[in-house]
């Protein structure tokens, strides 16, 4: 099976800035999670959704958004963009199922900059 | 709100030698996660601890859960420069569908 894709790879916006990033999960998983990944805060939870709808959500600002297609993939958004935004952006796809958390299979981020 | 801390954060040692690092909380899951992530990368998951005391073995690599599933540890004998990357610890808990992680210990092997 091909694994978790994310793109691009690598982004430099400035700040004010929106910016989209995308996310193709492993096939057959429905679960699609976001992470920031910063080398102060580590891993932290934006969202995920399952089955288009958001089912989960982090503490994190309004300017932070996301969707999921029928096909499962998912985009996430960050508009106004600053400079603290600067991170490596993960999906993670899993066979996540309502009340249970399986195994995170990780894309390989984004790593988005703002100047 | 589940925390996992994890220690310790960083540690530099050569090839050959063994280490252990751990997973603590105060709260229980229901499985814990360890993830290994090399630079630039997605974290890659290495296994999945479900009950209680239960040890499991990669290589050179055994990861323990604790008894009461509110700790872990994960022990790597003779280490080499390619065990080098972060590593996570991620529990589940119960009735949870998100995972919680903690910040990592990064593990630098040098030859």
């Known amino acids: 099976k091909a694994g978790v894709t994310q793109t691009p790879r690598y982004l430099i916006k400035t700040r004010g800035q929106q910016v989209t990033l995308s996310c193709s999960p492993i096939s057959g998983h429905r679960s699609v999670s976001w992470y920031q990944q910063t080398p102060g805060q580590g891993l932290q939870f934006l969202f995920e959704y399952f089955s288009e709808t958001q089912r989960n959500k982090g503490n994190f600002p309004g300017r932070f958004s996301g969707r999921q297609f029928s096909n499962s993939r998912s985009e996430m958004n960050v508009s106004t963009l600053e400079l603290g935004d600067s991170a490596l952006y993960l999906c993670?796809?899993?066979?996540?199922?309502?009340?249970?958390?399986?195994?995170?299979?990780f894309g390989p981020g984004t790593r988005l900059t703002v100047t | 709100t589940q925390l996992l801390e994890q220690s310790p954060q960083f540690l530099s040692i050569q090839e050959g030698e063994n280490l252990t690092v751990y997973c603590n909380s105060s709260?229980?899951?229901?499985?814990l996660q360890w993830y290994r992530q090399e630079p630039g990368e997605g974290p890659v998951l290495l296994v999945t601890?479900?009950?209680?005391?239960e040890v499991k073995k990669l290589k050179r690599l055994t990861f323990q859960f604790g008894d009461a599933r509110k700790d872990s540890s994960l022990h790597i004998t003779a280490a080499q420069p390619g065990d080098t990357g972060l590593y996570l610890c991620?529990?589940?808990?119960?009735?949870?569908?998100?995972?919680?992680f903690g910040k990592g210990t990064m593990l630098l092997v040098s030859p």
């Open positions: 709260s229980v899951f229901s499985s």
């Open positions: 991620a529990g589940a808990a119960s009735g949870y569908s998100t995972l919680t």
């Open positions: 993670a796809s899993s066979l996540s199922l309502a009340g249970k958390a399986y195994e995170q299979y």
């Open positions: 601890v479900v009950t209680g005391g």
